[in-house]
């Protein structure tokens, strides 16, 4: 049986793994795995970069239901609406450690920048 090493790390949402981060990441570093998660604490802690939905903007959005609903509105009849705002968080220490150059246009894309 071939073992074909892993090219990159993605990091899925759960609750165990947002409390072994530190670890996860750890190990990635010392594989030299890019990773990649949900959530920005990730990145914050070596990871290479984190992309989701805006949990402000979900937020936002959701007091606007909850205006319609306590003014009469039929949940059943509101509309299901997608995230349109999304946050993009990227770890240039950890890209450097990796000898990964990020481009400029895609560094402008970025809501945070870790240098």
Known sequence: MTR???DALLVLPSTLFFNARKRIIDLATEHRLPSMSPTREFA????LA???ASIT???????GYVDR??????PADLPVE???????VVNL????ALGFKISEPFLLL???VIE
């Open 93 to 96: 220490k950890t890209a450097k």
């Open 44 to 47: 914050t802690v070596g990871g």
């Open 110 to 112: 970025a809501d945070e």
């Open 82 to 88: 997608q995230p349109t705002k999304f946050e993009l």
């Open 57 to 63: 903007d979900l937020h936002r959005r959701s007091a």
């Open 50 to 52: 984190a992309y989701r």
């Open 69 to 74: 609903i306590l003014k009469g509105a039929n």
């Open 4 to 6: 074909e090493r892993a």
